[in-house]
């Protein structure tokens, strides 16, 4: 594992205030990479917008540097700990946001699940293949369809 010394950390804050006097407004209902923060313990629903990482920042830099300086107060109970993508809405000059990944973690896992029985049955098909040829001819179909 590498090591950074505070000169880098100072190279990727220093880069991102160059960034920010460039950049605009943060837009209602784009989808922005950063850091969440909650209010309290118990909230799982407001999530508000801590720090903004902008891509240049994102590619530009390793991640543990990046992750450092999104996410730089990550032993706080209501912070997250780790750089998420996000859909930001902006609600009273507070910008709250939807965790994006969340959802993309949560199709994976599902089509994981659906793949790994797809994958089961051809291999079954495979294994005994006059099995299903006969019950092909029979009926003109498989009987149990994935």
């Known amino acids: 594992m590498e090591v950074y010394s505070d000169e880098d950390e100072d190279e990727v ?30 909230t799982s629903y407001d999530l508000i917008l801590s720090t903004r990482i902008h891509t240049d920042i994102f590619f530009k830099f390793p991640f543990p ?28 000059d507070c910008y709250y946001v939807t965790i994006k990944t969340f959802w993309l973690r949560e199709f994976q896992r599902k089509w994981k699940k ?23 001819q029979r009926t003109g179909s498989f009987i149990k369809r994935h």
């Open 13 to 42: 804050y220093e880069y991102a205030d160059e960034l920010e006097e460039n950049d605009e407004e943060l837009i209602d209902n784009n989808y922005y990479i950063g850091s969440i923060y909650r209010p309290d313990e118990y």
């Open 65 to 92: 540097l990046v992750n450092k300086y999104g996410c730089p107060h990550s032993d706080h109970l209501y912070f997250t700990n780790r750089i998420e993508i996000v859909k930001l809405r902006v609600i009273d």
């Open 114 to 136: 659906k793949y790994n029985t797809r994958k089961e049955w051809i291999e079954s098909i495979r294994r005994n293949p006059g099995k299903y040829m006969d019950m092909i």
